[in-house]
């Protein structure tokens, strides 16, 4: 065992005599350099958390430890792939959550800033003529890695405009989807040096459904297997990053502002969510959500679009909310919707709001259904709005054969409905959430035909999606 332990430590010290000595520049991330093992990465890091994890789809486990180096003021968890045919890899990553886009962009030029003092100038991922015909190619890291590289697809010509950002000998390639202010990615490569290895910068600011903003960062030092002479790189490709066909102005991606918080309290709501719709936010379609007796209270932070008034994206003040929490507070948050005109009058730029929901046990509806005597029919209803046929029609696009949907509703004081018990003839796998969507779009009058009141009615909703099948091809149009 001793042999072993000595034999690995000699190895490492090995490798950093090769980075002392100077006779071959060796690029590293900390101690490390693309190749060490995972005995040698423990023994240069030896008060890492270190563990094995298997990533999905991979036979082999990565070596990782979170916040284990330091770059541009950041703490950087590191990632030790096993090595494959494509060439070994150390990556770091840094999450930020809740954090602006000029919070982002900043530790982004940070980190440029100090990959561009060790390892030299970045440059764009791809560059390009002035007739947008790539010029140059770099092989970028292992597909397993390159695949979670962020920004890798902003940068396609066509897909956004793209700006280039200096910083120190270095230029990062910016690029920002036009219909999203606010999200963008940065990526530059730095070319493969003497000693075979290729270091790659991205970044992103982006936001995930249900999820705050999440600021990450990316640097990759791979060293590649030589390539026979008269061969082409395997993996090597272009990127255009200039003289894109879009006519779109470059995007500014200094002109981002931070938003702005505002008091929903000064917003006009216009539209107050009904019993129906509460009840479904804790419904999910079917899927009963537990709450505790006393309910419970989620606070959302969310952006105010200005031109709609409504609520998007939205996320939890803190983390560690209980996730089917989080998802029904969520659908609470699009039920609100308030007056453009009182939004931030005079004002521009982003806004953000916070949003307090309070999810209770008495917003679902459980009454028992009575006797089935007492139970009206469809056409025994009488409604002061249905959904137009096209509409409809859009709702059950999935399904591919005529089929009948019921369930059984209750009137609700407010003449929402609420409706359970959904089946379906013939049986099918589609059209259950839909049909409970569909059925909140017919609004009972406040009468039945008797004059007696619908509210706290039962009646057995009935519709019936009617596929007409395509005409058969005649056979004697058919070509030979």
């Known amino acids: 065992m001793m042999r072993a332990v000595t034999a690995v430590m000699a190895g490492f010290m090995a490798v950093a005599m090769g980075w002392a000595s100077g006779a071959v520049a060796q690029d590293r991330a900390g101690p490390l350099v693309p190749g060490v093992s995972f005995d040698q990465a423990r023994a ?28 541009g003021g950041l703490m950087f968890d590191v990632t030790v792939p096993p090595a494959s045919p494509e060439g070994s890899s150390v990556v770091l990553e840094h999450f930020a959550r809740r954090e602006t886009f000029q919070q982002c962009s900043a530790s982004v030029i940070a980190v440029a800033a100090a990959a561009d003092g060790l390892y030299g100038a970045f440059e764009p ?40 950002i200096a910083v120190g000998s270095s230029r990062l390639g910016f690029a920002a989807r036009s219909t999203n202010p606010g999200r963008g990615n940065w990526t530059a490569v730095r070319p493969r040096s003497r000693d075979g290895v290729t270091v790659v910068f991205g970044a992103s600011y982006t936001f995930a459904e249900n999820e705050p903003p999440e600021c990450h960062l990316f640097l990759a030092l791979t060293r590649h297997p030589p390539i026979p002479r008269g061969r082409a790189e395997p993996n090597a490709f272009a990127v255009e990053l200039l003289g894109s066909t879009r006519s779109d102005p470059p995007f500014d991606w200094t002109a981002y ?46 952006r105010l679009d200005r031109s709609e008034g409504v609520l998007d994206p939205c996320w939890t003040a803190v983390d560690g909310v209980d996730p089917d929490l989080t998802s029904a507070a969520i659908r609470r948050s699009k039920l609100h919707q308030y007056a453009p005109a009182s939004i931030d009058p005079g004002g521009s730029g982003p806004l953000e709001v916070r949003l307090p929901i309070r999810l209770a046990p008495e917003d679902r509806r459980t009454d028992a259904p009575p006797p089935e005597s007492e139970i009206l029919a469809m056409d025994e209803m009488r409604w002061r709005a249905v959904p137009r046929p096209e509409v409809s029609s859009r709702w ?57 009141p619908t509210a706290g009615r039962w009646f057995r909703f009935r519709l019936t999606v009617r596929v007409t099948p395509p005409p058969a091809e005649d056979a004697g149009s058919r070509r030979p």
Request: charge should be negative; charged fraction near 15%; aromatic fraction near 4%.
């Open 396 to 452: 059950f696009s999935q399904v591919t054969t005529t089929t009948t949907f019921t369930a059984l509703c209750q009137v609700q004081s407010d003449l929402s409905t609420v409706c359970r018990d959904v089946q379906a003839d013939p049986p099918s796998g589609s059209g259950r959430g839909t049909l409970l969507r569909a059925s909140r779009s017919y609004v009972p009058a406040a009468t039945l035909a008797d004059g007696s």
């Open 257 to 302: 502002e931070a938003p702005r918080a505002l008091d929903i309290a000064s917003l006009t709501p216009t539209y107050a969510p009904s019993i129906g719709d509460l009840h479904y936010t804790l419904d999910n379609l079917g899927r009963g959500l537990a709450l505790p007796p006393e309910g419970v209270d989620v606070e959302l932070v969310c």
């Open 125 to 164: 991922v791809g560059d390009t003529s002035s007739s947008g015909t790539a010029t140059r190619f770099h092989r970028l890291v292992p597909s397993v890695i390159s695949g979670k590289m962020p920004g890798g697809v902003g940068l396609m010509a066509g897909i956004a405009p793209v700006r280039l």
């Open 44 to 71: 240069a890091l030896p008060d890492a958390a270190w563990s094995e994890v298997l990533p999905q789809y991979a036979s082999e486990p990565n070596l990782t430890a979170p916040g284990a180096i330091a770059l």
